[in-house]
């Protein structure tokens, strides 16, 4: 399961390396090049977010004990894309702003105010845009959160449940032994008693022989 998420990291530092080569040759080209450039970069962004998918869902199968480290090294990934595409929207603002100056051509200095606003308005969207998106992360972080709540909530309920299954088991291995003992306490009990039965019979029949020989002496002597 490691492996494949190192296979990823290997992906994901390929692609942002490329990323960020592109976005500073935006500003540097023009025309169709520089079009063609910014459309590869979106492509390539989009790629990096379904790379880190991926690494997420990696990361949710690795075990509990392990989960930490591979978070915290997702989570600084995560930062570095959020600053890729930081970069690369301030490198598409000013691409726009110039394919507009060679649109209008001469007119361009007549509508400086318009485009001072216009980048003024813009810059007001991309903040409200990246609000929406660190807004975002926060609830995709609270949700991982309560998701990895929830599975280290169940690991515990089923370790409780097998403790609970090996506690019965010992539970009814004790009251196997508890009868086993009482039936050989019976066991013993009774053997006990027929030796004490045999020893009281063995002393009756040495009395009786004893007696026997002694009154047959004394009847020998007396009949002399």
């Known amino acids: 399961m490691s492996s494949d998420f190192e296979a990823y990291e290997q992906e994901f530092g390929t692609l942002t390396a490329e990323i960020t080569n592109k976005t500073g040759r935006i500003p540097k080209l023009s025309g169709e090049e520089k079009t063609q450039l910014v459309l590869n970069v979106d492509k390539q962004l989009e790629e990096v977010r379904e790379l ?3 690494m997420d869902l990696e990361v949710r199968e690795i075990p509990v004990q392990s989960r930490g480290m591979y978070n915290s090294r997702l989570k600084s ?3 570095e894309l959020e600053k890729l595409e930081k970069d690369f929207k301030r490198s598409r ?3 726009s702003d110039e394919v507009r100056n060679e649109l209008l051509g001469d007119d361009g200095s007549s509508s400086e105010n318009q ?3 216009l980048r003024e308005e813009r810059a007001h969207l991309l903040d409200n845009t990246e609000m929406l998106e660190r807004s975002s992360r926060r609830l995709e972080a609270g949700y991982q959160i309560a998701v990895e709540t929830e599975q280290i909530g169940q690991e515990i309920l089923s370790n409780l449940h097998s403790d609970r ?3 019965q088991r010992s539970r009814d291995r004790l009251r196997e032994t508890d009868a086993n003992l009482g039936k050989s306490s019976r066991v013993l009990t009774g053997m006990l008693r027929r030796i004490i039965q045999n020893r009281i019979l063995v002393f009756i029949l040495g009395a009786i022989i004893l007696l026997t020989i002694v009154l047959a002496i004394y009847f020998n002597l007396r009949g002399h």
């Open 115 to 117: 485009l001072i606003k």
């Open 77 to 79: 990934y995560k930062q």
């Open 52 to 54: 880190l998918e991926q």
């Open 165 to 167: 299954e090996k506690i």
């Open 93 to 95: 603002i000013a691409y």
